[in-house]
């Protein structure tokens, strides 16, 4: 059974960094042919994408988050992270990591991130 743990959500000031981190387990050997995304949903709206990886390691982003989110895996580690600089307001949302693959999906629980002063 795939699961995803995020973690590293919290409290930051706008203008401040957080790291976010999706350990999974239940993959195998596998995780590095998984496509692995960060998606968002702030209270009221839809989830949307913020960033996703592929097996090759491309990356795409959110053009609210361009700049300033950078997502990246490790392997080895069987792990993704979202690095988010800069961050605003409007950045405040729980954010979720989803692994993809043979046209399956699997979600983690979501970790919540709150800009403000």
């Known amino acids: 059974q795939v699961q995803l743990v995020e973690s590293g959500g919290g409290l930051v000031q706008p203008g401040g960094s957080l790291k976010l981190s999706c350990a999974a387990s239940?993959?195998?050997?596998?995780?590095?042919?998984?496509?692995m995304g960060w998606y968002r949903q702030a209270p009221g709206k839809q989830r949307e994408l913020v960033a996703v990886?592929?097996?090759?390691?491309?990356?795409n982003y959110a053009d609210s988050v361009k700049g300033r989110f950078t997502i990246s895996r490790d392997n080895g580690k069987n792990t993704v992270y979202l690095q988010m600089n800069s961050l605003k307001p409007e950045d405040t949302a729980v954010y979720f990591c989803?692994?993809?693959?043979?046209?399956?999906?699997?979600w983690g629980q979501g970790t919540q991130v709150t800009v403000s002063s």
């Open positions: 989803k692994g993809s693959i043979f046209a399956a999906d699997y």
């Open positions: 239940g993959t195998g050997s596998i995780f590095g042919r998984y496509t």
């Open positions: 990886i592929t097996r090759g390691a491309d990356t």
